[in-house]
């Protein structure tokens, strides 16, 4: 008999964001228990879209430290 290690809950998502059609988190704290179960070790960012908060990769120029990731234009394009 094969024994499989279990698998941790999968964190709540509440669907689909109305947006850009991403995995929606309701809060803050439920997107980062996804990043943490999902993408472990991974440069992974939690951000806010409309009422909905996404997970997301960072730039290239962030992880490398040229850009200040608060430099970044947010989604409507404008600078933070």
């Given at each position: 008999?094969?024994?499989?290690?279990?698998?941790?809950?999968?964190p709540?998502?509440?669907?689909?964001?109305?947006?850009?059609?991403?995995?929606?988190?309701?809060?803050?704290?439920?997107?980062?228990v996804?990043?943490?179960?999902?993408?472990?070790?991974?440069?992974?960012?939690?951000?806010?879209?409309?009422?909905?908060?996404?997970?997301?990769?960072?730039?290239?120029?962030?992880?490398?430290?040229?850009?200040?990731?608060?430099?970044?234009?947010?989604?409507?394009?404008?600078?933070?």
């Open positions: 008999m094969t024994t499989h290690a279990a698998r941790p809950p999968r709540h998502a509440a669907g689909r964001c109305d947006v850009c059609g991403k995995v929606a988190y309701p809060t803050k704290a439920a997107a980062k996804a990043r943490r179960r999902l993408h472990p070790g991974e440069a992974m960012s939690v951000y806010r879209c409309g009422c909905w908060w996404h997970l997301g990769h960072l730039p290239a120029n962030v992880r490398t430290g040229d850009t200040d990731r608060h430099d970044l234009p947010n989604r409507r394009g404008v600078s933070a």
